[in-house]
């Protein structure tokens, strides 16, 4: 079942239209839009990036929509317990033994106390501690004037309830089935998110 609008339809979009539509939605985090990055300014190519809404500026230039995922993988920090490892290392540099391993010799044996990381140094090799954002799409943010929002279908609802859109929408629900009335039309639920964006873009 298709719950929101797909990047194909926000572009079929005139300029017109794309610009009422931005002033018809009020940004919120982890709303699901998509932006339009230029690539090549000579030929006017733009790229769509699909993104989700994270932390939302209000600056002199317009309002710049934060991307959450780049937010999110800037956060992140390494687990505790790692700056022990790489002491453990120094230690395998000064004394030639493997780092994150100290041996502990007794009259009766000898036992050994692992610390964290990685037990040899090939396998400390093997290891990535370089943890920075890689993202496979441009920039941590973007002008909200550079993007367009991808409703779902209670959005769309909550945006016709609010600009007193003449449609007429009633959803029916029985154990035997669902019921779809737009604007008096019946539909199956699969066609309900197509349906609703025909009278959103009736607003634009």
């Known amino acids: 079942m298709k719950t ?3 990047v194909k339809d926000v572009l079929a979009l005139d300029e017109s239209q794309r610009r009422s539509l931005r002033l018809l939605w009020t940004p919120q985090p982890y709303d699901i839009a998509v932006a339009l990055v230029c690539r090549d300014v000579e030929n006017d190519v733009y790229e769509p990036i699909v993104f989700a809404v994270g932390e939302i500026s209000v600056t002199g230039h317009g309002t ?5 995922a780049y937010d999110a993988m800037a956060a992140i920090e390494l687990p505790d317990g790692f700056d022990d490892f790489d002491d453990d ?3 395998e ?6 780092g994150g391993m100290t041996s502990q010799c007794s009259q009766g044996g000898a036992s050994e106390r692992r610390q964290a990381g990685p037990t040899d140094a090939s396998e400390a090799e093997d290891v990535d501690f370089d943890v920075q954002p890689r993202i496979p799409f441009a ?3 973007f002008p909200k004037e550079e993007c367009l929002p991808l409703l779902d279908i209670g959005q769309m609802v909550s945006l016709l309830i609010g600009r007193h859109s003449g449609y007429r929408i009633r959803l029916e629900i029985t154990p035997e089935l669902i019921a779809c009335l737009v604007d008096g039309q019946e539909s199956s639920p699969d066609e309900l998110c197509d349906l609703l964006w ?3 873009c009736a607003l634009l």
């Open 4 to 6: 929101r609008v797909s």
């Open 198 to 200: 025909e009278a959103v």
């Open 89 to 91: 290392l120094d230690r």
């Open 64 to 68: 710049i929509l934060g991307n959450l």
């Open 93 to 98: 540099r000064d004394d030639g033994q493997p």
């Open 139 to 141: 920039g941590g943010s």
